[in-house]
């Protein structure tokens, strides 16, 4: 038996570099949101990639069912989802789906929140009742997700904790303020989304 095993091929070792930085890990993360929020703005932020984008002109058609009250001045919106990618430390690569902010895109949430890791929940304060239906969408499917409130220039600035009240969120759950076009405020949401629902996870498996 001993010499069986003193014969058989010896597994290859691995390159110097692999062994250095260690496993890649891929996570599934949302931007999610109302109507103008920035989720496509965030996304193209920090990928690393050239972010697909499926956006399309609003149209006189479209004026009639879309709530346009605050952000007057856009002109497209995403259809279908925002990708991009983008590669935090130690490794992790985060793939990020940011979803359509019309209530009838909606239909198109299940589908784009299949094996995702959390969620972020872009919010204004010119208009934070837009954000009710994504944290109302998350809590039912038991999603971890934090809140970043994307601090437009021309808008009312609040501290995180009158944030938390006027959305009635559960303590637990981050909320922070950012600047969805700087890559440094968006990569920061980002690591506080995937700390928290590793925090979340590793509560579940101790009461298990």
């Known amino acids: 038996m001993s010499s069986a095993r003193s014969n058989s091929p010896e597994a ?5 570099d692999e062994r250095l930085d260690g496993p890649r890990v891929a996570l599934k993360i949302l931007v999610a949101g109302g109507f103008g929020v920035g989720k496509t703005t965030l996304v193209g932020a920090v990928s690393e990639i050239r972010p697909l984008r499926t956006e399309e002109a ?3 058609v479209g004026a009639a069912v879309d709530d ?3 952000v007057a001045a856009k002109t497209t919106t995403t259809v279908a ?3 991009g990618r983008i590669t935090l430390r130690d490794g992790v690569a985060v793939y990020l ?4 902010g019309q209530e009838r895109f909606w239909f198109m949430w299940n589908e784009l929140s299949r094996g995702a890791l959390g969620a972020v929940v872009l919010a204004d304060t010119r208009r934070l009742m837009a954000s009710f239906a994504s944290i109302d969408y998350f809590e039912r499917k038991g999603t971890p997700f934090v809140v970043a409130v994307n601090c437009f220039d021309d808008a009312d600035r609040y501290d995180p904790p009158e944030i938390r009240t006027a959305l009635d969120i559960d303590p637990h759950v981050p909320v922070l303020l950012c600047d969805a076009r700087r890559t440094g405020s968006a990569k ?3 690591v506080s989304l995937v700390e928290h629902a590793l925090r979340l996870a590793g509560g579940a498996g101790r009461r298990g």
């Open 68 to 70: 346009l009250d605050g």
């Open 97 to 100: 789906f940011g979803t359509p």
């Open 58 to 60: 609003l149209t006189d």
């Open 188 to 190: 920061e949401v980002l």
């Open 81 to 83: 989802m925002d990708f």
């Open 12 to 16: 290859p070792e691995a390159p110097a």
